[in-house]
């Protein structure tokens, strides 16, 4: 009924950039009426952790502190796919990232103090490995 897959991840330097993908198939209005996706990230032996939220179509994001300023999530409703872009990455950055989607409309606030928790549907996540 609803998949999430991502894509675009690798290998690169740190200081290089990467733009991770979200294509979501999803029967019906699922994703036209979820108003909240998510990029979280989790790297061995690390919880997962919330890198960026957006509401909407893009009307409202919000980021990491560790990622705030090098990070972009954008999402294109006509293509049902979600992005993140990633600048300046730091080895630290490197994790297993996944796209999440809340379905259901929910408002703005909701939606950035979201949990993984929150989210009901997740991709299969793709490697980003930053080397110093």
């Known amino acids: 009924q609803v998949q999430l897959v991502e894509s675009g991840g690798g290998s690169v330097q740190a200081g290089g950039s990467l733009k991770l993908s979200c294509a979501v198939t999803?029967?019906?209005?699922?994703?036209?009426?979820?108003?909240?996706m998510g990029w979280f990230r989790q790297a061995p032996g690390k919880a997962r952790e919330g890198v960026a939220r957006?509401?909407?179509?893009?009307?409202?994001?919000t980021y990491a502190d560790s990622v705030k300023g090098r990070f972009t999530i954008s999402r294109d409703n006509a293509k049902k796919t979600v992005y993140l872009q990633m600048n300046s990455l730091k080895p630290e950055d490197a994790a297993m990232y996944y796209c999440a989607m809340r379905r259901g409309f929910y408002g703005a606030g909701a939606c950035f103090q979201s949990t993984a928790a929150d989210f009901s549907d997740w991709g299969q996540g793709t490697q980003v490995t930053v080397s110093s």
């Open positions: 957006i509401f909407g179509g893009g009307s409202g994001t």
């Open positions: 999803a029967s019906g209005t699922i994703y036209e009426d979820s108003s909240c």
